[in-house]
């Protein structure tokens, strides 16, 4: 049977029942890749024309829209169809692996973040803004994001504290230096595209900061010289963390701009009130041709998103992870 895939335009001749992911890359198809296990939502690809079947998956595809989008992994070819495989020019393939990491600190960032500081025993090869899972024992099991660039000796994870936490109530009572904890990917969709030249918008609500700081930190280490605007949406002053590191950054690289804005009892000059993405919307008409690279609570990133797309960013241009709560 046939298997069209666009932008590329080639038809590929595949058995009935062939795996979607297995016959795109035997073809030297370009596209993303990680655990080929249904769980990271890398190999995510739409499905224009005809159907294919999906297996049940671990994780929501985390896209501006999911109708249609299937992941490859997961999916096998049952008939002739068309498929679209975004961005074969920004192909990311770190296959998911699991690694021992020995904490090194656990810092106190504000009332309620901690910033967890571990050193692998191998290198962990992710693109900037993927997550990965860390296990702390047995049923001590969560998702977290880099804040580090890749290539870093160690890894940086910030932590919100939830009451009445199971794993999170761990880290902050009971980890301690030098205990080992193991480290399972890279995860997620969401990652900087290094080839695009257009201004990119950052929004990070609470330790969404730690994602957006991975990404922002690679695009100007690597001489992304574009505008970036970083909004960092926050309740409250006590909720503002990072400061050293964005105005560190901001101090080096003009293209870089800040802003912080916080919900509620904001009294510094410096920042603005309100929400972050009335801020957003307050200061731009007009996002055609932009990235938009979104992180943080699942209300505000679909907000973001739904703004992001009504002032001009393309549908396949919005990149949202979404910090979906995992239960005690």
Known sequence: MELVVQPLGRTLHVEAGANLLT???????????????????????????????????????????????????????????????????????????????????????????????????????????????????????????????????????????????????????????????RVSGPLGTAYLRRKHEGPMLCVAGGTGLAPVLSIVRAALAAGMAQPIHLYFGVRTRRDVYGLAWLEQLRERHANLHLHVVVSTGNDDPQWRGGVVTDAVSHDWDSLAGWRAYLCGAPPMVEAAALLAKKKGVLPEHVYADAFYASGI
Do not use: W
């Not at 961005?87 to 009332?111: C, F, G, Q």
């Not at 910033?115 to 803004?129: E, N, Y």
């Not at 890749?150 to 936490?165: A, M, N, T, W, Y």
């Open 23 to 181: 016959a795109l890359r035997e073809h030297q198809v370009p596209i993303s890749y990680s655990c080929t296990a249904g769980r990271c939502g890398t190999c995510r690809c739409k499905v224009l024309e005809g159907e294919v079947h999906e297996m049940g998956r671990e994780a929501k595809i985390t896209g501006p829209n999911d109708d249609g989008y299937v992941l490859a992994c997961m999916s096998s070819v049952t008939a002739n169809c068309v498929v679209e495989v975004p961005e074969p020019d920004e192909v990311v393939t770190h296959p998911a692996r699991i690694i021992k990491a020995t904490v090194l600190a656990i810092e106190e960032m504000t009332h309620d973040i901690r910033r967890l500081r571990l050193k692998p025993a191998k290198p962990l090869d992710f693109s900037p803004g993927q997550y990965a899972t860390l296990q702390f024992g047995p049923e001590l099991v969560r998702p977290y994001s880099m804040a580090n660039v890749p290539g870093s000796e160690e890894l940086e994870f910030h932590v919100r504290l939830v009451p009445d936490g199971r794993v999170t109530g761990h880290i902050d009572r009971v980890l301690a230096v030098g205990d080992a904890v």
